[in-house]
């Protein structure tokens, strides 16, 4: 077993951390000092969650369909091989 979380496990725990409003664990993070790819999907949601946050405020934003699609969309992982 690997002291470092899959790249699968980090976009999971990318996704529940900002769902949750808390901060990434140590394992996590030390995954996206050596990932490439985990670190644009980290950058991704990021972008997401600031694009979201300015929509809340203009409008109405995504309907529950079109935020369950995302979320689907994004938890699906980063396409890796
Ligand atoms: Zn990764």
Redesign the pocket.
Same mark, same amino acid.
């Not at 050596?34 to 670190?39: K, L, M």
């Given at each position: 077993m690997s002291l470092l979380?899959? +790249?699968v496990e =980090?976009?999971r725990l990318l996704s529940e951390a900002r769902d949750a409003g808390r901060p990434l664990g140590s394992h996590a993070r030390l995954?996206?000092w =050596? +990932?490439?790819? +985990?670190?644009r /999907?980290k950058a991704q949601f990021d972008l997401l969650g600031r694009a979201a946050s300015r929509c809340h405020e203009k409008g109405p934003g995504l309907s529950d369909d079109a935020k369950a699609r995302l979320k689907k969309t994004l938890e699906s992982g980063?396409g /890796?091989p």
């Open positions: 979380p899959s +790249c =980090v976009s995954h996206l =050596v +990932c490439e790819v +985990c670190r /999907l980063p /890796l």
